[in-house]
């Protein structure tokens, strides 16, 4: 059974951070394209980051410069720090898993992931 676990979210003031954390267990994630995504109240879900299953970043205009996804194959585990929060990150923050290698080219969208976690809160202050 494949699972995803987020850990990480809180409630932080305007300029901090957070490390968010997405625990991969029931396969080897290592190879596939990995992201986050968040959604706010009232709003569509939204792409924050992905990487590829050769380590390749991508990232929304939003969130470049701010925020870095990164991996530990040998964890099974997906990060996401991020810095310099602003009250518009608030958002329920997910973690996904693709079945390919490669990261779709509208990875935004989300529509090919095929694995979700059940997400967590991060609320940023002003």
Request: net charge negative.
């Amino acid at each position: 059974q494949v699972d995803l676990v987020e850990f990480g979210g809180g409630s932080v003031q305007a300029g901090g951070a957070l490390r968010l954390s997405c625990a991969a267990s029931g396969y080897d994630y290592s190879t596939f394209c990995m992201g986050w995504f968040r959604q706010a109240p009232g709003k569509e879900r939204e792409g924050v980051a992905v990487i590829d299953g050769d380590g390749r970043a991508s990232y929304a205009d939003a969130v470049k410069g701010r925020f870095t996804i990164s991996k530990d194959n040998a964890q099974n585990t997906l990060y996401l720090q991020m810095n310099s929060l602003e009250p518009e990150d608030t958002a329920m923050y997910f973690c996904a898993s693709d079945y390919f290698k490669e990261c779709p080219r509208r990875w935004w969208l989300g529509d090919s992931f095929l694995y979700w976690g059940q997400g967590t809160q991060v609320t940023v202050s002003s």
